[in-house]
């Protein structure tokens, strides 16, 4: 392999952010995905890279108060995923609430759904989930438009209360809102009602 690609690929991997996951894809302005697989097994062997899945790698990243790595962010590691098998995902039940701060409950399974096929994928001590949906409930949407759907469907209607609101309200930013207004419009009344909320507007009548 040309010593120049390895270098590319490296000084890429080594100036990006601690915990950072990488799938050979990301470096196809580089080289061809062989040469660059090549390069991140490199990686690998020097420490610079840990592999967590086929295809698969994390740039550790080190806790000096564990003084330990501390474990691939599963969320990161299911976005990788859906780049390499070029699938629309969106956190879905108890994954959504956690990650829109909505529940602090500690869940087992990562759960998305996915326009791709169901498949569940392991390591160490966590594990991701990925249910198949149809196109119509995915396609054309934004990540953050099918988070808080799939989050607000995961409450239910008699558990969105007007804390709910605030939070979601507070954790999106004015483009977000912006695009959920209009990508939202088709979902169920009262979830899209709510949105409107969320977003700084009245219910529909």
């Given amino acids: 392999m040309a010593k120049g690609y390895m270098q590319e690929v490296r000084e890429r991997v080594l100036t990006a952010e601690d915990g950072s996951i990488f799938i050979a894809s990301d470096f196809a302005d580089i080289a061809d995905s062989n040469t660059v697989r090549s390069a991140l097994y490199r990686l690998v062997q020097n420490g610079s890279l840990r592999r967590i899945l086929n295809g698969i790698f994390e740039k550790p990243k080190f806790s000096r108060l564990l003084n330990e790595c501390v474990a691939a962010d599963p969320d990161a590691v299911a976005k990788a995923l859906a780049r390499s098998y070029h699938w629309t995902i969106a956190p879905c039940g108890n994954t959504a609430l956690n990650l829109l701060g909505l529940s602090t409950q500690v869940t087992a ?97």
């Fill in 109 to 205: 399974v990562w759960s998305y759904i996915s326009d791709g096929p169901y498949k569940t994928y392991s390591w160490n001590n966590t594990k991701l989930e990925f249910k198949h949906r149809t196109n119509k409930e995915i396609t054309g949407l934004s990540y953050t438009t099918i988070l808080v759907i799939q989050a607000l469907k995961t409450l239910g209607r008699e558990n969105v209360t007007s804390k709910t609101v605030r939070i979601l309200r507070s954790r999106l930013s004015e483009e977000d809102k912006a695009a959920m207004l209009i990508e939202a419009a088709e979902s169920t009344d009262w979830v899209y009602d709510t949105i409107r909320q969320i977003c700084g507007g009245a219910k529909r009548q």
